[in-house]
């Protein structure tokens, strides 16, 4: 069984690269306190047409990953190819999901992607300190709350934000 210390990013490579660019910055930068071991640095697809191929070289990222997060940009919804198998991958999988908003909202909405909207997941906005305070806390909190039969999605008070000066 591999060990599971990474994270899983999903996120549409047309229109969100950016964002998902900078996340690997931030990690990357000793000024941030980000850090990330991605999925996406274990293997690339030898054979980029066969869907097959590529699924292949998800699964392995899979099997290595602890946690899942999906950049929600304006089309992210409308890719059913892969984008929606990654999110029923990882809710098969039990990993606890982060819906990171790259317009800035604080929860679900319109631009989630059908097939993660009534499962259990955390909502946070695109910012660095956000996102780490998830990352190092939804885990733990998704695993109390699968515990308690919750599902759906949860978000933090804004209350919240204000502590941390967002």
Request: glycine content about 6%; aromatic content about 14%.
């Given at each position: 069984m591999a060990y599971r210390n990474r994270t899983y990013i999903a996120f549409d490579g047309d229109n969100d690269m950016h964002y998902y660019r900078l996340m690997t910055a931030w990690s990357a930068h000793e000024g941030f306190n980000f850090d990330i071991y991605n999925a996406h640095d274990l293997n690339t697809s030898r054979d980029s047409s066969q869907e097959e191929s590529i699924k292949r070289q998800l699964r392995e990222r899979f099997a290595n990953s602890k946690l899942f997060m999906v950049l929600i940009g304006e089309k992210i919804r409308y890719l059913t190819k892969f984008v929606k198998?990654?999110?029923?991958?990882?809710?098969?999988?039990?990993?606890?999901?982060?819906?990171?908003?790259?317009?800035?909202?604080?929860?679900?909405?319109?631009?989630?992607?059908?097939?993660?909207?009534?499962?259990?997941?955390?909502?946070?906005?695109?910012?660095e300190k956000i996102i780490t305070h998830a990352m190092n806390n939804w885990p733990s909190s998704h695993a109390t709350n699968r515990r308690a039969g919750e599902t759906g999605w949860f978000y933090y008070e804004d209350q919240f934000y204000k502590s941390l000066g967002l």
């Amino acid at each position: 069984m591999a060990y599971r210390n990474r994270t899983y990013i999903a996120f549409d490579g047309d229109n969100d690269m950016h964002y998902y660019r900078l996340m690997t910055a931030w990690s990357a930068h000793e000024g941030f306190n980000f850090d990330i071991y991605n999925a996406h640095d274990l293997n690339t697809s030898r054979d980029s047409s066969q869907e097959e191929s590529i699924k292949r070289q998800l699964r392995e990222r899979f099997a290595n990953s602890k946690l899942f997060m999906v950049l929600i940009g304006e089309k992210i919804r409308y890719l059913t190819k892969f984008v929606k198998w990654e999110i029923e991958t990882a809710i098969r999988l039990d990993l606890p999901i982060i819906g990171i908003n790259l317009i800035g909202s604080r929860g679900q909405d319109d631009r989630c992607p059908s097939s993660m909207r009534d499962t259990l997941a955390i909502y946070v906005p695109f910012n660095e300190k956000i996102i780490t305070h998830a990352m190092n806390n939804w885990p733990s909190s998704h695993a109390t709350n699968r515990r308690a039969g919750e599902t759906g999605w949860f978000y933090y008070e804004d209350q919240f934000y204000k502590s941390l000066g967002l």
